[in-house]
């Protein structure tokens, strides 16, 4: 993605917000829930209890449950018992006039949220088309109230429909936007060019080039797989973030036709180097679980294979090489099954670890799919302050039992076994090389990772972050397209953007506590906060794009007044009248490098009348912005809930 950068200095004397007071928002701000977060002392852990028959059982009490970490007794300070039933009321969200958009969600304050997940990246075409049948047919039975988000993955994590629990809309969903495509890292059933190397083996008179050969499609299928996992490991990242913004239990239910989370060396000795394929980034992992810890999310990965029986056996499937050569059938058969017990115990693992539950061979997706929302909607949640405060990266195990007399030892728990306490380096040379007094080396891993969350903010399609929440407005600038693009503006050699094009007035609306400014020795606030308005073209082509950043270095008096009222800004981006496109709109606090985001069709907004401004009042405060920066209007009329 490239960067649209102008720098407003702006050393604030006197007030630096507001032309106009808008008031606050009269609808309520949904409670916030505790998470577990990485240097935090507080520790969540949601707890599902079933009888043998895997129903729910409810009316617990605190004192029917033990929790240990570590084998150490802990105390719960937190107790609450959620069922379905409470998922089925969320708040109403008042209707927004023509061009105002918020990145705020309404959910339910108590209960869970569910996430669809189909996975084309690891999943064949022909199960994801088999996907795509059992969840239409899911949802023409979806129980009322079920609020469900639906997710894509590719090479990158795409949402195809945000939280809803209107039926139409995901029925609309499933049929229109679950398209099944074509993985560019997964092995092609049709593709024969593993006869032809089968082949090439079969002909080969060196037991040395034979060896070479195997080596080679070894370290090639590697490559493709970690690809895989490094793809994973971001979707999930990102996916991390995005439901961290919600309070409460999150169901990920994950359809894969495998999944690539634990690769492991080569342990059956066919290779000359065993460890050709394990390359993992250990760190990101640890940092991607506990991203999904801090949102509460239990994954409940379905195989999308559905039922399967081993593939040699398949009539479609070319048998050549196992008549030439009972041992590759043999071998094939082998690989087989040790995959598929592999990826089983993936799943189940996945699943332990997270209080989730696996499905595997079976045809019934939709019926997993209801199984795994009921299991998910039915918990409890425990707090805890845990004993052992320090954050050293090392891993804590959780233990959850039952006690008391009207508990049974036959009921099933179900719930995440561990956190990572912190985040450690791997070893004391990569602590050392991020040592204090090597800034160099520690401003570029976190440059570098603020760089990956913002590319995939600010990506087209993906998961609107609403770490910030915020209001904007997108109104045509003029009834009257342009031969050049509005000023600041930067065409991105990405894709083209042949003129006219439509002027876009963009009027951003936040609290100033969406913000958090540093607090520095000498009594002054400083804090960087960026305003992006990205364009794409409908493959997620980068168009054209503005970003204008805003420095903050304010006094006492001046940061009480900035806490005082709504923060608002106005920029101008063009966009193309010949061709449709998305408006990816951003506001970025670079002290925490959090994100809100809303993404709007430009169709949508681009036979809307134009804003009209009140005239601002002048006054010294008013003049002091002006002097340092663009022309800063009157946006949506009532700050975004928190």
Known sequence: MGRFTRTLTIIATSTLLALVAVAQSANPAP???????????????????????????????????????????????????HTRAQAAAGPNMPRLPAGTFTDYTPVPPNGALNILLLDALNTPMKDQSFVRYQLQQYVKHAQPGTRIAIFGLATRLVMLQGFTSNPETLKDAVDHK????????????NDPTADMLDDMMQNMQSQEAAANLTQFQAEQSAIES???????????????????AFPGRKNLIWFSGSFPINILPDATGTLQDPFAVMQIDEQEF????????????????????????????????SGRQYARSPSAFNNAVTKFSTSQAAEHATMGQMALDTGGEAFYNT???????????ETGSNYYTLAYTPTNRKQDGGYRQIHVQLSGGDTNSAWKLSYRHGYYAGVKPADKHAEKALA????????????????????????????????ILFKVRVLPAS????????????????????????????????????????????????????????????????????????ELNLNPDTYKRFQQAPLQFHMEVSAPTRQDSYLRIGIHDRNTNRFGVVEVPADTVSRLPPPVYPKPAASPATSAVHSAAPSTTTPPPAAPPR
């Open 286 to 317: 640890r940092e991607t679980t506990n991203l999904l810890a801090q949102a509460q999310v239990a994954v409940y990965p379905i195989d999308a294979r559905g039922l399967m029986t081993n593939p040699v056996y398949d009539a479609t499937n």
């Open 436 to 467: 204090p007094g090597d800034a160099a080396t520690t401003a570029a891993v976190a440059q570098h990772a603020a760089a990956a969350y913002a590319h995939a903010a600010m990506a087209r399609g993906a998961p609107t972050p609403q770490d």
């Open 479 to 550: 009834t009257a397209t342009e031969p050049q693009v509005a000023p600041d503006n930067e065409l991105s050699p990405e894709g083209k953007m042949p003129g006219p094009y439509r002027r876009f007035a963009v009027d951003y609306v936040s609290l100033p506590q969406e913000f958090q400014l540093l607090h520095q020795p000498d009594g002054r606030f400083t804090g960087q906060i960026d305003f992006l308005a990205l364009v794409y073209d409908v493959d997620g082509r980068l168009l054209n794009g503005i970003e204008k950043t805003v």
């Open 178 to 189: 679950l398209i099944p495509r074509g993985s560019p890292l997964l092995e092609n059933p």
């Open 31 to 81: 409670p916030q829930a505790s998470v577990l977060q990485t240097g935090t002392s507080l520790v969540v852990v949601d707890v599902v209890v079933q009888d043998s028959a895997g129903h729910p059982i409810r009316g617990l009490k605190p004192e029917n449950f033990q929790l240990t970490e570590d084998h150490v007794v802990q105390t719960v300070n937190h107790f609450d018992e």
């Open 226 to 244: 970690h690809l895989r996992l490094q793809y994973t490991l971001d979707a999930m990242n990102v996916l991390g973030h995005y439901l961290s």
């Open 363 to 373: 045809n019934g997706l939709a019926e997993a799919v209801e199984k795994a929302i």
